[in-house]
């Protein structure tokens, strides 16, 4: 029988309570016990970035972290973004460059890309290509992913905020 804790946290800026193995990642919580399934399970050890979310204002695999860790903190999920104008502008900007494909990395990438461009609001090319380096997809050369990222910084205003 597993050691379960009562965990309380901010998800997609909604106070939570739930109850999680101390074994269980924050992946496993925010799929199986929540039902958020946007965050994605691709590799289990932190190398494809499909599990990207965000917590206290850093991007982080879910699959590394503990769901006792989420304890007092405060997470954003790719579902969580929905009203982010960068989350929107990236959105916009992935479909003009054709930068989607089978679709499964693409919630951690859009998750890291945002991250992004709320700390480097106009990014150039390098700069999304460094923000992107652990995210990986099978199906692109990246190329219209990156365009995509800068393409959507420069649509933004300056100071642009969700």
Known sequence: MSL?????????GVRRRTSVGVEMSALQMLRDVIGLT??????????????????????????LLFAVDCDGREITTIEGMAGDARAQALQKAFV???????????????????????????????????????NLCRC??????VDAIVEAGQSLPEGARP
């Open 4 to 12: 379960t804790l009562e965990i309380a946290f901010t998800l997609n």
């Open 38 to 63: 946007g965050t994605k399970y691709g590799c289990g050890e932190g190398e494809c970035g499909a599990c990207t979310i965000i917590v206290d204002g850093r991007s982080v695999n879910s699959c």
């Open 96 to 134: 003009a460059h054709g930068a989607v494909q089978c679709g499964f990395c693409t919630p951690g990438i859009v998750v890291q890309a945002t991250h992004l461009l709320a700390t480097h609001p106009h990014p150039d090319a390098a700069a999304a290509k460094r923000a992107i380096e652990g």
């Open 140 to 145: 692109t050369g990246y190329q219209k992913i």
